[in-house]
């Protein structure tokens, strides 16, 4: 029989990066002597877009799901490690607190993988955190997305470095699809995220008007959804009165299909966010497809897109950073050309899934010796 890993997470069919992650994860694992188990916490995908309004149901959901998780580690002996994802905020660390502890109890190897970082929670001590930081700091192993969050839980938070591992998200060769990049006489940049302030399209607004006098051949093309009503009504009047619609082009929500297609027809990516970012999966896309990355210094964005190497690293909160990078690409094409295209082997030597699946699994084999 294989050693099983159960993988403690949401529903795979619902939305967002960890989920795609582990859908990624799952389709490309495959080994021997380890076997993965998916176990769902949380929403389930018909829920999703009422979970922030569940309540008291919220408690009822947890109690269920914690009864199934003893069940399952009571009837399933060939459970060896058991793997929590959470991400760096109040609710989800003291959900998958209780079953690090539980499965500590049963004797498992505890694996937590911290996916969303929260910078304000990851600088706060308080007594709760402590208690139950002594249970994420006895797993075995402990995987976060960015060396600056390692240095944080090692040096603020007392976990041991030698069990900290720096890891990354993950994209499929298969899926990009390649096209020579700063082809046109049209310089042509795409966002892909959510269209929210905290992402930085206002950002993006504010540095198209500062560039609209000198007349540069650009266009910027916006795929997503609106964060919320307001804001798409508080966008559509600010272009208009900025009168810059030549340069801005909204596209509407990216399926799979039509996001890797965005890829190969635009030349930068761009994501000027101040949101706490773990490593955004469309910023590695984006590299594996080839693409020059403009981008704010968040989360591990910085760790993996060097200023003027691969990209440009711009301010946050503030335009004007942002409109001098444009500037500079669009006046600079002949150089950046060769940069966005070595971004292609680098992301296929450090981010492609096998790459990633196989450092994981190296985490799996340790602890299972």
């Known amino acids: 029989m294989k050693n099983k890993v159960l993988i403690i997470t949401k529903d795979p069919k619902s939305k967002g990066g960890v989920v795609n992650y582990y859908n990624n994860f799952f389709n490309s694992f495959s080994d021997d002597e380890i076997q993965l188990e998916w176990f769902v916490i949380g929403s389930r995908a018909k829920d999703y877009y009422e979970r922030h309004n569940r309540g008291f149901k919220y408690l009822l959901e947890l109690l269920r799901d914690i009864f199934a998780f003893i069940s399952k580690l009571v009837v399933d002996k060939e459970i060896k490690i058991v793997q929590v994802s959470p991400s760096f905020f109040t609710v989800p660390v003291i959900r998958d607190f209780i079953f690090l502890f539980i499965a500590q109890l049963f004797g498992k190897k505890t694996i937590t993988f911290i996916r969303g970082w929260n910078t304000k929670y990851s600088q706060q001590k308080?007594?709760?955190?402590?208690?139950?930081?002594?249970?994420?700091?006895?797993?075995?192993?402990?995987?976060?997305?960015?060396?600056?969050?390692?240095?944080?839980?090692?040096?603020?938070?007392?976990?041991?470095?030698?069990?900290?591992?720096?890891?990354?998200?993950?994209?499929?060769?298969?899926?990009?699809?390649?096209?020579?990049?700063?082809?046109?006489?049209?310089?042509?940049?795409?966002?892909?995220?959510?269209?929210?302030?905290?992402?930085?399209?206002?950002?993006?607004?504010?540095?198209?008007?500062?560039?609209?006098?000198?007349?540069?051949?650009?266009?910027?093309?916006?795929?997503?959804?609106?964060?919320?009503?307001?804001?798409?009504?508080?966008?559509?009047?600010?272009?208009?009165?900025?009168?810059?619609?030549?340069?801005?082009?909204?596209?509407?929500?990216?399926?799979?299909?039509?996001?890797?297609?965005?890829?190969?027809?635009?030349?930068?990516?761009?994501?000027?966010?101040?949101?706490?970012?773990?490593?955004?999966?469309?910023?590695?896309?984006?590299?594996?497809?080839?693409?020059?990355?403009?981008?704010?210094?968040?989360?591990?964005?910085?760790?993996?897109?060097?200023?003027?190497?691969?990209?440009?690293?711009?301010?946050?909160?503030?335009?004007?950073d942002l409109m001098d990078s444009i500037k500079y690409c669009v006046e600079n094409k002949v150089t950046l050309k060769p940069l966005a295209h070595n971004n292609i082997d680098y992301a296929n030597n450090n981010f492609e899934q096998n790459v990633i699946v196989s450092q994981i699994k190296g985490i799996y084999r340790k602890l299972l010796k």
């Open 126 to 320: 308080n007594f709760w955190k402590t208690v139950m930081f002594r249970t994420y700091k006895k797993a075995d192993e402990t995987i976060v997305l960015a060396g600056k969050f390692k240095d944080q839980l090692v040096n603020f938070f007392g976990f041991d470095p030698n069990k900290v591992s720096v890891s990354r998200t993950m994209f499929n060769k298969e899926d990009i699809v390649l096209k020579e990049k700063f082809e046109n006489e049209t310089l042509k940049i795409v966002f892909l995220s959510r269209i929210s302030k905290e992402k930085g399209i206002f950002q993006i607004l504010e540095a198209i008007n500062l560039l609209k006098d000198q007349k540069l051949n650009y266009k910027i093309n916006v795929f997503g959804h609106f964060a919320n009503t307001e804001i798409e009504k508080e966008i559509k009047e600010l272009i208009s009165k900025h009168g810059i619609e030549q340069y801005i082009k909204f596209c509407g929500f990216a399926d799979k299909a039509t996001k890797f297609k965005a890829y190969a027809e635009n030349d930068i990516f761009i994501l000027p966010t101040a949101h706490d970012e773990g490593c955004p999966n469309s910023v590695i896309e984006a590299l594996g497809a080839g693409l020059y990355i403009m981008a704010t210094p968040v989360g591990a964005i910085d760790e993996i897109v060097k200023n003027k190497i691969n990209g440009d690293i711009i301010s946050i909160d503030t335009h004007k």
